[in-house]
């Protein structure tokens, strides 16, 4: 069973950045692709970003040219950095496999002041 580990989140105001990562186990990591998500408090938990077994990305349109998904197949990881932050990013930020959908992490609170 593959295991998925967030980390990284925290407190930043407006305008600010941060980097999350999400440590995955299993051997099968770099054939599949990730996917980072995000739940906002009472809203349904909607995928931000997106990365393919060869590095191809997309992004949901409320993130495109602010947040950069990457992945090191050697360390089994995937990141998001996170730039330009608005209070409106403020949310629980979790990865996953999207083709497969493995159990959820605990996920990561990332949480931006005005």
């Known amino acids: 069973q593959v295991q998925l580990v967030e980390s990284g989140g925290g407190l930043v105001q407006a305008g600010g950045s941060l980097r999350l990562s999400c440590a995955a186990s299993?051997?099968?990591?770099?054939?599949?692709?990730m996917a980072w998500y995000r739940q906002a408090p009472g809203k349904q938990r909607k995928l931000v970003a997106r990365?393919?077994?060869?590095?191809?990305?997309n992004y949901a349109d409320s993130v495109k040219g602010r947040f950069t998904i990457s992945r090191d197949n050697a360390k089994n990881t995937v990141y998001l950095q996170m730039n330009s932050l608005k209070p409106d990013d403020t949310a629980v930020y979790y990865c996953?496999?999207?083709?497969?959908?493995?159990?959820w992490g605990q996920g990561a609170q990332v949480t931006v002041s005005s």
């Open positions: 996953n496999a999207p083709d497969l959908l493995f159990n």
């Open positions: 299993g051997s099968s990591f770099s054939i599949n692709a």
């Open positions: 990365i393919t077994s060869g590095g191809r990305t």
